[in-house]
């Protein structure tokens, strides 16, 4: 499945280094997503975005930042991060409203914070 | 508050044969999805199987199944025949489209598929 596309793969960054992730999904779906995998933890939604509109936040430090200029590209901007924020994030898409209902996930970005 | 709960980390199965994954979910909700995803060492996530509560009928696609127990919140995954490539990571998910929570998936914390040859 090569509809929800991330880059870049991988990222090591130091703690005072901005950076972004990126994500475009090619399926039409009108919802994207931000998800954080960490070792030995459940996936953790970040944020939600519904027709371009932010619907969800779950108390994420202000270090995240995302965003997304068109239902089709969500981007997560990153700065003073912490060695804890080192992570597997994902990206995924949906279609909310329709009769399918899962979310399509991109391969991830493997983020080092040294 | 939604919680899905998985309480195998780690399960192991021989070529060919059948294993079951276990699930259970907390909901207060009566209409919701629940869904099986797989993570095989390349990181993305794959949807294996999904079920509307509202149906009784268990889904099924191909050699993977679903043991759907509404009332026991329970939501078991059966691979049979089981193959090399099935091993990975294997989370459960629910979802329900209602108010704040829209599009968001609870995920459980997943089981480890070993598939022995």
């Known amino acids: 499945e090569t509809g929800v596309t991330q880059t870049p793969r991988h990222l090591v960054m130091g703690m005072t280094n901005k950076k972004s992730l990126k994500c475009e999904q090619h399926?039409?779906?009108?919802?994207m997503y931000w998800y954080k995998q960490s070792a030995k933890k459940p996936l953790e939604l970040m944020f939600v975005?519904?027709?371009?509109?932010?619907?969800e936040n779950n108390s994420v430090p202000s270090r995240f930042s995302p965003e997304c200029p068109n239902s089709s590209h969500l981007f997560l901007h990153l700065h003073t991060l912490q060695p804890e924020d080192s992570a597997l994030y994902l990206c995924?898409?949906?279609?909310?409203?329709?009769?399918?209902?899962?979310?399509?996930f991109g391969q991830g970005t493997r983020l080092t914070v040294v | 508050a939604q919680t899905v709960t998985q309480s195998q980390p780690e399960m192991s199965v021989q070529e060919a044969e059948t294993v079951t994954l276990s699930c259970t979910y907390d909901t207060s909700e009566s209409d919701y999805y629940l869904f099986w995803y797989k993570q095989p060492p390349s990181r993305q996530m794959i949807l294996v199987i999904r079920?509307?509560?509202?149906?009784?009928q268990n889904a099924t696609e191909n050699r993977f199944s679903v043991n759907f127990q509404k009332a026991a919140k329970s939501f078991s995954l059966k691979i049979s025949d089981s193959q090399l490539g099935d091993a990975a990571m294997y989370f459960c998910?629910?979802?329900?489209?209602?108010?704040?929570?829209?599009?968001?998936?609870?995920f459980g914390r997943g089981t480890q598929l070993t598939v022995w040859p």
């Open positions: 399926l039409g779906h009108n919802a």
């Open positions: 975005y519904n027709f371009k509109e932010q619907t």
């Open positions: 995924a898409s949906s279609q909310e409203g329709g009769r399918a209902r899962e979310a399509f």
């Open positions: 079920q509307e509560a509202y149906k009784q």
């Open positions: 998910a629910y979802k329900v489209d209602r108010g704040s929570t829209l599009g968001r998936l609870y």
